[in-house]
């Protein structure tokens, strides 16, 4: 009767052992994704600010040439103006397969891709299942 106690309480504590475990590396885990994931967004950030600045001189620099061109250079800043409100109306009534569906792709891919060996967590939830099976 002591040995099965004993048993029962040694398998007691190596399950809380693999608990802990698995919630310990449930954290670490969901701390490299949010951190993978927060890198990404924050580098295309300061990409796409550097891009906006290029082309807002650029922008500036064209609507000054066109306005030249037409002797008035309010002209040329209405153009351009003009140029991008259409670009602005495509983009919103295109907004869900342009803009929002690309972006939660690659969030999903970030949170979803493994860094060892380019496999996803998916597929090694299916491999789990297989095994146990």
Not at 18 to 47: C, H, P
Not at 90 to 97: A, P, S
Request: hydrophobic share 50%; aromatic share 12%.
């Amino acid at each position: 009767m002591e040995n099965t106690a004993a048993s029962v309480e040694m398998l007691y504590e190596k399950a809380k052992k693999y608990t802990q475990t698995s919630l310990d590396l449930l954290v670490l885990n969901t701390i490299d994704k949010t951190a993978d994931v927060l890198s990404s967004l924050t580098s295309r950030v300061f990409i796409a600010m550097a891009v906006a600045m290029f082309t807002l001189f650029i922008n500036v620099g064209i609507s000054l040439f066109i306005g030249k061109l037409l002797n008035e250079y309010y002209l040329g800043f209405f153009i351009v103006s003009a140029f991008y409100f259409i670009i602005a109306a495509v983009l919103y009534f295109f907004k869900d397969k342009l803009i929002e569906t690309p972006i939660a792709n690659m969030i999903i891919d970030k949170l979803l891709k493994s860094k060892r060996s380019g496999i996803t967590i998916l597929d090694q939830f299916k491999e789990n299942e297989d095994e146990t099976i």
